[in-house]
């Protein structure tokens, strides 16, 4: 595979392009009210790989509610710091917001990678690891739409890949109070197995999901399972140089994504 660094047309992670995952009908995502944000904005979510996709799956209905959830903090001028402001001033505006969702009966799966089954094939030591994403090129125009307008930079859209030695893998999104609203965050979540073919192609299979964090004052475990949602993988030719792991998607489209390697976290003692 040729060098990450020829094959890239790098912009940062902010621009990012959609992968084929959030182009799902809506009839294959679980159905939520009209005009808020709820589980069909976060399974959406949990199929992204860049920040533009996560944009678009947040402009389903959900943008204007949070918009409306924005100018009220806004106008009670809660401070950065007050994390009670938005809940005391904005609560019913807040609830009005999100897809009404009381206690769940769900809990939060800690080691999502329990109880998956390992890989057939042993993974490359080197592909083992936690990976930030840095970067994602710029797909052609091909259906001569119109060009492309440059997203806003979006700090708060982290996201990061992890692969385990036995095979799994987690996606991870992490959408901050700066995109859902003052005192609000969710971790959105999407694990599965790690299935090699040949040198160079693998596969990622997503076998389930969760959306996890304070919203609204209160903690959510959000499924993203439902009937007919089918998350689907994808197939990247897969290259790692100095520390950089390319993904590119093995299709006319050859979509490419670059990760950095994060350090592991110091033992705790």
């Known amino acids: 595979m040729p060098s990450s660094r020829v094959l890239l047309v790098v912009v940062s992670l902010s621009l990012g392009v959609a992968v084929q995952a959030a182009a799902q009908t809506t009839s294959e995502r679980p159905r939520t009210m009209a005009g808020v944000c709820g589980a069909t904005n976060w399974a959406c979510v949990a199929e992204c790989i860049d920040a533009e996709c996560v ?7 959900c943008e204007k509610a949070l918009a409306r959830l924005k100018l009220c903090t806004e106008k009670a001028g809660c401070a950065p710091d007050d994390t ?19 206690p769940s009966p769900e809990k939060e799966k800690a080691d999502p990678c329990q109880g998956l089954p390992a890989s057939a094939a042993k993974l490359p030591e080197e592909l083992v690891g936690t990976w930030t994403l840095s970067a994602a090129s710029l797909p052609e125009e091909l259906d001569g739409g119109p060009e492309r307008i440059e997203a806003q930079p979006r700090a708060d859209y982290e996201r990061s890949l992890q692969v385990t030695p036995g095979g799994c893998f987690i996606l991870r999104t992490s959408l901050e109070e700066a995109t859902l609203g003052r005192g609000n965050e969710l971790v959105v979540r999407a694990w599965g197995t790690v299935e090699l073919s040949g040198k160079d192609r693998v596969t990622l299979r997503t076998k389930d999901g969760q959306a996890v964090g304070p919203v609204c004052g209160d903690k959510r ?12 993988g994808g197939t990247y030719r897969w ?8 993904l590119m998607v ?8 670059q990760f950095d390697r994060r350090p592991p976290e110091p033992e705790k003692k």
């Open 250 to 257: 093995d299709d006319a489209s050859k979509q490419t994504f």
């Open 221 to 232: 475990v959000i499924p993203l399972t439902r009937k007919k949602l089918k998350f689907r």
């Open 239 to 246: 290259d790692i140089e100095d520390e950089v792991l390319t």
């Open 84 to 102: 009670q402001c938005a809940k005391r001033t904005c609560g019913n505006t807040c609830q009005r917001s999100f897809e009404p969702a009381p």
């Open 55 to 61: 944009d678009r799956c947040l402009r389903q209905d």
